[in-house]
């Protein structure tokens, strides 16, 4: 039986939500994606990494996100939205960080992790019409391809790990965006491939960075040439 949800964002499964646990039963299940992805994320930190400290932190995050979002989709509680949000939202900020410092140095990454905060509220308040993750892509492809950009001069692989990164991202975005619209032609929508999309960039990007610094370390390791 649906169940009228007057709060919070709206999703194609709405319109079929249950009276109880799991609320929206496809979006709820979705989430395990994630936290899989979040725990091969640590797994492979403690394989290639196990010295990354912040890269567990990341994995823990989007551990985090899982889990926040399906309390969201499955209780569509006002109290559960924040754990819906802002664990990705840290997640985003600490993954541009980390991967700032792997390039340049912390201080550089906090200039990076400051202009990435404007850029983000002038990119908000520019499409405030938009839905939330839609007003803040632009400053989201902006900083990505400037720190794959420069990745690439030191890895390759790790550039392309990136790359590919992002684009699971866009990806995942396109699907949040047409949820309403592809409710004509599926019935619970498209919300589902935002969250395995967006999890698989999120590991994607764990991935380039454990690449990122392997590379350095082992260019550094290499005795210099006359």
């Known amino acids: 039986m649906a169940v009228p949800l007057t709060f919070g964002p709206i999703y194609c499964e709405d319109a079929i939500a249950a009276a109880s646990f799991p609320i929206e039963p496809?979006?709820?299940?979705?989430?395990?994606v994630i936290v899989i992805f979040g725990v091969a994320a640590l797994?492979?930190?403690?394989?290639?990494?196990?010295?990354?400290?912040?890269?567990y932190v990341l994995g823990a995050l989007l551990v985090a996100t899982g889990a926040g979002s399906g309390m969201w989709h499955g209780l569509r509680e006002r109290w559960a939205l924040a754990f819906d949000v802002m664990p990705g939202l840290f997640f985003l900020f600490g993954?541009?960080?980390?991967?700032?410092?792997?390039?340049?140095?912390?201080?550089?990454?906090?200039?990076?992790?400051v202009a990435f905060f404007l850029a983000f509220g002038v990119s908000n308040a520019l499409f405030a019409g938009a839905p939330r993750w839609v007003s803040i892509a632009p400053a989201v492809v902006v900083t990505g391809v400037l720190l794959i950009g420069q990745t690439a001069m030191r890895s390759k692989q790790a550039a392309f790990l990136g790359a590919?990164?992002?684009?699971?991202?866009?990806?995942?975005?396109?699907?949040?965006?047409i949820d309403q619209e592809a409710c004509r032609y599926i019935p619970f929508g498209t919300h589902?491939?935002?969250?395995?999309?967006?999890?698989?960039?999120?590991?994607?990007?764990?991935?380039?960075?454990?690449?990122?610094?392997?590379?350095?370390?082992?260019?550094?390791?290499?005795?210099?040439?006359?």
């Not at 541009?96 to 340049?104: G, I, M, N, P, V």
């Not at 590919?164 to 965006?177: E, G, H, K, N, V």
Request: glycine share 6%; net charge positive; hydrophobic share 55%.
């Open 95 to 113: 993954l541009s960080f980390c991967w700032a410092k792997r390039l340049w140095s912390i201080a550089g990454a906090a200039v990076l992790a």
């Open 26 to 32: 496809v979006n709820t299940v979705s989430n395990a």
């Open 164 to 177: 590919t990164a992002l684009a699971a991202s866009l990806t995942a975005l396109m699907f949040r965006t």
């Open 43 to 55: 797994y492979a930190t403690a394989k290639r990494a196990p010295r990354a400290g912040d890269l």
């Open 192 to 226: 589902f491939l935002w969250h395995i999309f967006n999890s698989g960039g999120a590991y994607l990007g764990i991935l380039a960075l454990i690449t990122l610094q392997n590379a350095t370390a082992e260019r550094s390791a290499r005795p210099a040439t006359a």
